[in-house]
């Protein structure tokens, strides 16, 4: 079994449906297909929702009676046959009335989460009706009968894995379609994995039926050893390790929800990244057999705000760093780079919302400097401390950059620093020369 899983933009329009559709039909064998929201629908929804908590109601119906327009049109160009575009009406109206529903009624928490399903419900009710046509041997799968989560939020493989193999037993198809991103929670409610969750969902899936491969269709040839967007001739990286990949994506690596790839490796399934628009391209493959190789990838992430902690209280003291970290804990903000000395402790947040009370508390534990519009820089490759060469291979050419902190050694696949924003793209530039320039002249 294959599972293939297409964001929004993959199935953004009846043009993308149709390469979804070819895409999943030239895939041999049995395989699970799940799909996001149309791209954009999502956001509309969260629109619609927060128009209804302030009670503008006319406003939320102008934009529900929009939504329904749009895709009365996607129907009417995707789906040929009079009969599957009748289906395809009454579905349409079937939804239509329930975001009409939720919109008559005193609003509720409840109400959100079904508000929010409806992208999902409908894009692979259409994308069904489509494949009927063109392939005629696939089923369509609600999500809200085997995707589940507890009362922390946290998915329940067992019951997902119980319920799937019922629901596919009762079936005998070539492909299932199914809701990324939905779910049901512990009181049986319509509930979701959080926004862009339709890649947990395919890993969950996947781990479920011990898939042969779990494969992300994105807009993007996979994960790129440096950041296009600012690097001239970045090229997709072949394949990645499981740690490699996990060290990447927090690093705005998009492509790849970073919790996500937790059911995948646990299993040991492969996940191939690959791009909906050029499927002839390779694209990344994660699997735990990656051949090492000194560096894969770099990336960075912005708006990184570093807080340095100086206080002489901390020489030869036990139990400070305790300190300093319970009022980040009380304030749920994470950490996400540190490095002490003896006498400071600098590290760094992404999150800045409660940054006045974390300065507030630390106050009391010594001097604190912050330091905002920062950018982290993650090396990641195979970079164990007992290979020589790694950092000077790194530093070399960026003497001339000044370097605010270093995380070295943390793991064997990472190492990171920061530096202002200003300079990120001059960072990623002379890394990209020093490290990769034979292996992106090979690339081009
Ligand atoms: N449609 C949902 C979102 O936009 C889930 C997903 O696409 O992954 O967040
Ligand atoms: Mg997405």
Redesign the pocket.
């Known amino acids: 079994m294959i599972v293939l899983k297409f ?2 933009t993959s199935v953004g329009s009846v043009e993308n449906f149709r390469k979804v559709a070819q895409i999943v039909q030239s895939t041999a064998g049995e395989k699970i297909v799940v799909l ?2 149309m791209s954009g ?3 509309t929804l969260v629109r619609i929702t927060d128009l209804l908590k302030t009670s503008s109601v006319e406003e939320a119906l102008v934009l529900i009676h929009r939504l329904n327009e749009k895709y009365l049109e996607v129907a009417k160009d995707l789906i040929a046959s009079d009969d599957n575009y009748f289906k395809a009406q009454i579905v349409l109206k079937r939804h239509h009335e329930v975001l009409l529903t939720i919109a008559s009624e005193p609003f509720s928490g409840k109400n959100e989460k079904t508000i929010m399903a409806q ?2 419900l409908i894009s692979t009710n259409l994308f069904q009706l489509y494949m009927d046509e063109v392939d005629g041997n696939s089923v369509l799968l609600s999500a809200l009968d085997f995707m589940q989560i507890d009362q922390h939020a946290e998915p329940r493989t067992e019951v997902i894995q119980n319920r799937l193999s019922k629901v596919l037993a009762n079936h005998s198809a070539r492909t299932f379609i199914t809701q ?2 939905i779910c049901r929670n512990i009181n049986n409610e319509i509930d ?1 994995l ?6 947990y ?1 395919a890993s969950l899936i996947g781990a479920a039926v011990q898939a042969d491969q779990i494969q992300i269709w994105t807009d993007i040839d996979g994960m790129h050893n440096n950041d296009p967007r600012f690097v001239d001739h970045t090229f997709s990286v072949e394949e990645l390790s499981f740690d490699e990949a996990a060290e990447l994506a927090y690093f705005g690596a998009k492509i790849l ?1 970073p919790q996500s790839i937790i059911p995948a490796q646990e299993n040991n399934i492969p996940v191939l990244l690959k791009n909906t628009f050029k499927p002839e391209s390779k694209g990344t493959l994660i699997h735990n057999r990656a051949r090492t190789k000194k560096i894969r990838a770099i990336a960075a992430k912005d708006n990184i705000t570093a807080i340095k902690i100086k206080s002489y209280r901390m020489l030869m003291a036990y139990g400070f760093l305790k300190k300093v970290f319970d009022v980040f804990e009380q304030h749920k903000t994470s950490i996400d780079m540190i490095t002490t000395s003896e006498v400071a402790v600098s590290l760094t947040i992404d999150n800045t919302s409660k940054l006045e009370a974390i300065k507030n508390e630390l106050q009391g534990f010594g001097n604190i400097e912050v330091d905002s519009d920062l950018s982290i820089i993650c090396i990641a490759g195979d970079l164990a401390q007992n290979k020589k060469g790694i950092t000077s291979a790194i530093f070399n050419g960026l003497r001339d950059i000044p370097i605010r902190m270093i995380s070295y050694g943390g793991s064997n696949y990472n190492l990171s620093f920061l530096v202002k924003t200003s300079d990120k793209i001059s960072v990623l530039n002379i890394l990209n020369e020093g490290l990769f320039a034979e292996l992106a002249l090979e690339a081009i």
């Open positions: 964001g929004g996001s929201a629908v999502t956001n992208g999902e990324g991103f979701n959080n926004r862009g969750g339709s890649d969902s929800h």
